[in-house]
């Protein structure tokens, strides 16, 4: 369920804005939206596994909080930005 530095690394390559960008909003959300896949499938799995599904609650609300934020700051990032993930907003 965690993500690999590689993996990690990868998502952060696609997503950075300038070659330093490791914090930016695009590069948490796709971060966030990589490891929320990866336990939905988990969840699939282990549909009483109730510690992970308040961790998953807890990184939808958390991807859903900054992309409020993006939506707010730069309607035209944001909206790039679920375009590549395949988000539905």
């Not at 796709?30 to 549909?47: E, P, Y």
């Amino acid at each position: 369920m965690p993500l690999t530095a590689e993996v990690k690394s990868g998502i952060i390559d696609a997503y950075k804005r300038s070659d330093q960008d490791t914090g930016s909003p695009e590069v948490q959300v796709a971060v966030l939206t990589k490891r929320i896949n990866g336990l939905t499938q988990h969840q699939r799995d282990q549909s009483h596994d109730y510690a992970s599904r308040r961790g998953l609650l807890r990184m939808v609300s958390r991807r859903n909080r900054l992309l409020r934020y993006l939506a707010g700051k730069d309607r035209a990032r944001y909206l790039e930005l679920i375009g590549r993930l395949g988000l539905r907003k």
